[in-house]
């Protein structure tokens, strides 16, 4: 399941964007929860979304949300508990088919020998590996948009990776799972958020 929650921005403040997705998961799961502690977490989150860029830098208007995925019962049951009543929000579908499929990643990122990597041209195929050995999944990324500045009004910023990659679908049961997990690492933080290209959101 993928919650499209609002956010009002009167009673929310967005400084480094994923230190505020990481507050608002704590909200969401519960503070001290058993969940953000797990090594392998069943769910993932986007950054704060529906922003707009304006001289280079984004703004939020009314349209600010995040995205919370899991199919996790237990994860869903605690999320839905925690926000009804606080947070509009909606469910959103997405779609895998047998065959090819191409999918937008954003904020993509993977760990590796103890360093962090954002994905570019030239380790792409280093990527493609660690998905295959953590998700056992085969993937294909046809573009690396890397190292975009994203600067917020109040002069923080993060670095970001955004991909589109090809996945062969045989399995669809299996392979949806990367809507849930998201791809690469810190994935419960806003990164390697997946969506349908042809509906894929951006900061």
């Given amino acids: 399941m993928r919650l499209k929650i609002k956010l009002d ?10 230190l505020t997705v990481l507050s608002l ?17 069943d769910y993932s989150v986007s950054m704060i979304m529906g922003g707009k860029k ?3 830098i984004i703004y939020f208007d009314n349209d ?31 779609n895998l088919r047998k065959g090819e499929n191409i999918l937008h990643a954003s904020n993509v990122r993977y760990h590796s020998k103890g360093k962090t990597h954002f994905i570019t041209e030239e380790n792409k195929k280093n ?16 573009n690396v948009n890397a190292h975009i500045d994203i600067k917020y009004k109040n002069n923080s910023a993060i670095k970001s990776s955004n991909i589109l990659f090809k996945l ?7 392979d949806s799972k990367i809507f849930n997990l998201g791809i690469g690492g810190t994935t419960a933080q806003g990164f390697g958020f997946v969506s349908n290209v042809k509906t894929k959101e951006t900061i």
């Fill in 9 to 18: 921005l009167e009673k929310l403040e967005i400084k480094k964007n994923s």
């Fill in 25 to 41: 998961i704590n909200k969401f799961l519960g503070n001290n929860n058993i969940y953000h502690d797990l090594k392998a977490k």
């Fill in 54 to 56: 304006k001289d280079g």
């Fill in 64 to 94: 600010a949300h995040i995205f919370f995925s899991t199919e996790n019962t237990e994860i869903i049951t605690t999320v839905l508990n925690n926000i009804i009543g606080y947070y509009e929000f909606e469910e959103v579908k997405y």
């Fill in 127 to 142: 990527f493609e590996d660690y998905v295959k050995l953590k998700y056992d999944i085969d993937i294909k990324v046809l």
């Fill in 168 to 174: 062969k679908v045989d399995n669809i049961e299996k």
